[in-house]
């Protein structure tokens, strides 16, 4: 009996050597840590003796699987949606129903507009409010929508009178991206005369219109810096161009933004386009042959006009 068990102790034991030599990294080894080529290596570092191969994965752990880490960024998340706006140099190319404006965000202020006046065939209402544009930054729009006072009216660059095709065109003429300050007297005398001439015209022939600002350097003047952030302009500028090829004529005006800018001096205000682009350093779209060319005397507002 006793020889059978001592038989038996020395099978156990010969056995449980056999299994653990051919379990890889068991006992103080601590189990497998990785494979080296078809070696494994254990969790206290040193190589297996066993003889199986370590190249089948039922013997990778967990922990010897590298964990994968995307390098591809994630797309930002776009906090500004506005569309980007076109520039002309410094300045905010401003497109509106029917007109543009350029705005100089440096100055808070529209230097220069352009549209066209086509055959007049609305009458819109002019709007009331004056405010700003929602869609241009801040930082580039004057800083109220209030009257300016002192005399000054809040004076259209394009007039709403010349959009009353729309209510939305109406609507955007009264944005102060379109507004500057200008002398009562001028706003509503030589400034207007313009406007009525263009407003007449604009039946005969169609009619592109371009007009800016001479802001100047008189700080006597700047009155609306405080309260409206902006500078007040020295004079205004307008052309009017009509025909095509040789029939095609010009005229322009430097309308000073003063108290004496009535509608009667509006033709001592009269230059030619090429004496324009001088002063201004603008390049404008006339007929070299046609830039020379002032009239005597502001284009006569026909009988009959309905200027409304």
């Known amino acids: 009996m006793k020889k059978l068990i001592s038989v038996l102790v020395i099978f156990f034991a010969i056995s449980f050597t056999v299994q653990a030599q051919n379990t890889p990294c068991s006992g103080k080894k601590g189990g497998i840590s990785h494979c080296d080529g078809a070696r494994f290596v254990c969790n206290d570092g040193s190589y297996s003796q066993s003889k199986k191969s370590c190249s089948g994965e039922d013997f990778v752990t967990k922990s010897s699987i590298p964990e994968i880490t995307s390098t591809v960024a994630e797309p930002a998340i776009k906090t500004n949606t506005k569309t980007e706006m076109p520039?002309?140099?410094?300045?905010?190319?401003?497109?509106y129903q029917g007109f543009?404006?350029?705005?100089?965000?440096?100055?808070?202020a529209p230097v220069k507009f352009r549209y066209n006046a086509q055959h007049d065939n609305g009458n819109e209402a002019r709007a009331k409010d004056f405010k700003l544009d929602p869609n241009v930054p801040k930082e580039c729009q004057q800083t109220s929508t209030a009257a300016y006072g002192h005399g000054y009216?809040?004076?259209?660059?394009v007039p709403a009178n010349h959009l009353d095709y729309s209510p939305e065109a109406i609507k955007q003429s009264n944005f102060m991206t379109n507004i500057l300050p200008q002398t009562s007297q001028m706003n509503r005398g030589a400034w207007l005369l313009t406007e009525e001439i263009i407003e007449c015209y604009r039946d005969i022939d169609e009619l592109l219109v371009i007009g800016g600002v001479i802001m100047g350097n008189n700080p006597a003047d700047d009155y609306f810096v405080q309260s409206h952030g902006v500078k007040t302009p020295d004079a205004f500028w307008k052309v009017v161009i009509r025909g095509t090829g040789q029939d095609e004529r010009a005229i322009a005006w430097v309308v000073p933004n003063s108290k004496d800018a009535t509608r009667k001096h509006l033709d001592g205000y009269l230059v030619s386009v090429a004496e324009l682009e001088r002063m201004t350093s603008e390049t404008i779209p006339v007929a070299?042959?046609?830039?020379?060319?002032?009239?005597?005397?502001?284009?006569?507002?026909p009988t009959g006009c309905n200027k409304g």
Do not use: F, M, N
């Open 87 to 95: 520039r002309q140099g410094d300045l905010l190319e401003l497109d």
């Open 288 to 301: 070299d042959y046609a830039k020379h060319d002032k009239p005597s005397a502001s284009w006569i507002i």
């Open 100 to 108: 543009t404006v350029w705005l100089d965000c440096r100055q808070r």
């Open 153 to 157: 009216d809040r004076g259209h660059q």
